[in-house]
């Protein structure tokens, strides 16, 4: 049985290149996960790793791409 908790975007590029287009983009650096998390989502202080469950080593990488461009 599939984890319903990841999202799989095998074959599907297109999909994940709008999913991260609206997405802060994060990285782990205790076990180098790279995840995203919703523009609109405004309790960063919140964050911590999915993977890990850590909150002291994330490492901001910026906003995906805007909507326009």
Do not use: S, W
Not at 17 to 28: L, Q, R, S, T, W
Request: net charge negative; charged share 30%.
């Amino acid at each position: 049985m599939k984890n319903m908790d990841i999202a799989d975007f095998t074959n599907h590029l297109e999909d994940f290149e709008k999913m991260i287009a609206a997405a802060h983009i994060y990285e782990c650096e205790e076990c180098e996960l790279i995840f995203a998390v919703d523009q609109n989502f405004d309790q960063h202080c919140d964050l911590v790793c999915p993977f890990c469950r850590d909150d002291h080593h994330i490492r901001y990488h910026g906003c995906g791409k805007n909507k326009g461009g």
